[in-house]
């Protein structure tokens, strides 16, 4: 499906199936068009182009209150002269489901969110936090076939976030409904989610699980928004079943192949040792020069930038227990085995600082 306003695209050309039960997260930086997809899912937004479907009937002509669909935003948008308890039966009487349901299900929908004792109280009277979980309450009391949240979390502070998370993976396995979550923070996305969509230029650039979009990214694009890596970018040619990449300063291989021959080699943290010795490759490493930039501690870990001879820069992590004698000024040898890396065509608009 696609959505234009006026001569700019929001959302172009999207194609995404999302199972029964599924915890899908859309992912992507502001104004990639996942809110605007959110919407037509929700029917706030027409579509330009497309079809939409849900269980398998097409619902471009049911307005959004008909299409069985609970919805949470940012913003709690809560109604100020309205108790918790009329908050959340508010979806009920529009349903004119009875009083005693109504009770019994408003009193459920507190449970699951844990507030059983704050059904009096007005808006107002709660916290940020506990305002979300109420919206959270209202939208799923009518047991909505679909739940859909756009960042929901992203006023809050870190620590409620955290809290908040682990309830909305809690209540998604309690009530078993479609959940799409919208955010642009990836740890969130990674902790939550079943499948992940990373929207970038009003496009779905790729749909996974967390492993699969980390281990095996579609596009640097991909790579760069989810997780850590270290990019080396160079001239791709056939060498084997493989690729034989050659940069400024040094020749690596890589599994796969690409078109055109300008590559980017993507390695995550965790893949790359650091050595004190000489480059050589006699047990078939890759093997690349580099300085010891910077250090940084983590604890359990410790994470090692380095100058790559190129002038770009990768990042190395260490569990502790396994630390090399390296130290910031340190000449180094950068080691990983061919398959610990993946082959992508480069893309000049995305610069390789890691984070
Ligand atoms: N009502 C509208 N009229 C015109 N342009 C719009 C409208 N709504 C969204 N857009 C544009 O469509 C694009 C996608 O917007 P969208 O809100 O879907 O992005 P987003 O991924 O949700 O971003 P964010 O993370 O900032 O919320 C943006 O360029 C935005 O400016
Ligand atoms: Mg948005």
């Given at each position: 499906m696609s959505k234009r306003f006026g001569d700019s695209v929001a959302v172009d050309d999207v194609t995404l199936t999302i199972e029964p039960g599924e915890f899908m997260t859309f992912l992507g930086p502001s104004g990639s068009g996942k809110t605007t997809t959110l919407n037509m899912i929700a029917g706030f937004t027409d579509l330009s182009a497309g079809a939409l479907e849900i269980d398998g009937r097409?619902?471009?002509?049911?307005?959004a209150h008909k299409r069985d669909i609970g919805v949470v935003f940012q913003h709690y948008a809560l109604f100020p002269h309205m108790t918790v308890a009329q908050n959340i039966a508010f979806p009920l009487q529009q349903r004119k489901v009875p009083k005693t349901e109504r009770e019994r299900l408003v009193a459920a929908a507190l449970e699951t969110v844990q507030?059983?004792?704050?059904?009096?109280?007005?808006?107002?009277?709660?916290?940020g936090g506990q305002q979300q979980r109420v919206a959270l309450a209202r939208a799923i009391v009518f047991s909505p076939r679909v739940l859909l949240m756009d960042e929901p979390l992203g006023a809050l502070d870190r620590k409620l976030r955290e809290f908040l998370q682990l309830e909305i993976k809690r209540i998604h396995r309690e009530i078993g409904s479609t959940f799409v979550f919208v955010t642009h923070d990836q740890e969130e996305a990674l902790i939550l989610s079943d499948r992940i969509a990373v929207f970038n230029n009003a496009r779905i650039e790729q749909v996974g699980t967390a492993s699969e979009l980390y281990e095996r990214p579609a596009t640097l694009f991909v790579a760069r928004f989810l997780g850590e890596s270290t990019i080396l970018r160079g001239t791709a040619r056939p060498d084997g079943s493989g690729s034989a990449i050659d940069g400024a300063g040094f020749a690596v291989r890589a599994p796969g192949r690409i078109e055109g021959g300008k590559a980017a080699l993507v390695v995550r943290p965790e893949r790359l040792r650091l050595t004190p010795d000489e480059p050589v490759t006699a047990d078939g490493a890759n093997a690349v020069p580099v300085t010891v930039v910077e250090e940084i501690y983590l604890g359990a870990a410790r994470k090692l930038e380095v100058a790559l001879p190129d002038g770009g820069h990768g990042l190395v992590r260490e569990q502790a227990g396994s630390l090399s004698d390296l130290r910031v000024g340190d000449r180094a040898v950068l080691r990983w085995h061919p398959d610990d890396c993946v082959l992508l065509p480069d893309d000049p608009t995305i610069e390789r600082i890691f984070t």
């Open positions: 097409p619902v471009g002509g049911t307005p507030l059983p004792d704050h059904a009096s109280r007005y808006p107002a009277e709660l916290s």
